[in-house]
């Protein structure tokens, strides 16, 4: 019986229309056309430009400072509450599990909404500590989530036979606890990350003057007519997130040797 091609021209078709935009977008960031509705020319003056944009690089980093500085308390607070969830159980614990699962289902719309009356009502300026403790509230969720998936197969014997042997539950969670929740925790740090510097629509409630992100910079770029920037940003993103992604497999095959 022959085999069917309908499944690889699906699988062919759905990879187009992935990817053929993003391909779309970076020959138009080569450009010289100003609105990249026709060619008229190989060109680096974009690029060029994008150098010279200090807000944009001024977004950057700002969004760096909060997406570092969010992942790693998000982390911590992330993995204490995992941990709490699958340790414990209690009527208690359900009110927490609760609280931690809320920020996922949400929307980001209702959310921003929500921190923002919050700010407000505490009497707090905008700027980047707002947008730091809200990115905090939601990664916080998704870390924990990581996590908790983690424990769900971990043996916790091994932890109690440290303890037989005699560690304390100090060197216990340094040496045998957080190595085998390595993966776990590096993931759960790694989404939220990505997902505080991808951030717009809650980050765009609590900003204030001088501490805009750069997802907000691309909006403004958008309203204001600079799609040749934005093409060369996003390349730019895209070799650098591509790069990066490189270097991590190299690694993990050389570790795997």
């Known amino acids: 019986m022959k085999r069917s091609r309908l499944p690889l021209l699906v699988t062919v078709l759905v990879l187009i229309f992935f990817y053929l935009p993003i391909i779309v977008l970076i020959v138009n960031s080569f450009n010289d056309s100003r ?4 060619w008229e020319g190989f060109s680096l003056r974009w690029y060029a ?14 969004t760096l400072i909060v997406g570092i500085a969010a992942t790693a308390v998000s982390t911590v607070l ?7 969830l699958h340790r414990y159980a209690s009527t208690l614990q359900k009110a927490h599990y609760m609280l931690i699962y809320t920020p996922l ?49 971990f043996d916790f014997s091994i932890v109690e036979a440290a303890r037989d042997l005699g560690a304390g ?36 409630f609590v900003a204030g003057p001088g501490s805009t992100t750069l997802p907000i910079r691309i909006y403004s770029m958008i309203k204001h007519g ?32």
């Open 49 to 62: 430009r994008l150098v010279s944009e200090r807000e944009i690089w001024s977004a950057l980093e700002n």
């Open 169 to 204: 539950w100090w060197t216990t969670t340094w040496r045998v606890l957080l190595p085998l929740l390595a993966p776990g925790i590096l993931a759960g740090a790694l989404l939220a990350f990505t997902l505080s510097v991808d951030d717009f629509v809650i980050s765009f």
């Open 105 to 153: 289902v949400v929307p980001e719309v209702l959310m921003g909404m929500s921190l923002l009356l919050l700010f407000v009502a505490a009497g707090m300026s905008l700027g980047l500590v707002t947008i730091f403790l809200a990115h905090v509230t939601f990664c916080i969720s998704y870390v924990a989530m990581v996590v908790l998936g983690r424990l769900q197969d």
């Open 78 to 84: 992330g993995t204490m509450a995992a941990f709490a």
């Open 226 to 257: 600079s799609p040749p920037l934005i093409n060369a940003l996003s390349t730019v993103l895209l070799v650098v997130t591509f790069t990066l992604l490189f270097i991590t497999q190299h690694l993990v095959e050389e570790r795997r040797k």
């Open 35 to 38: 609105f990249g509705g026709t």
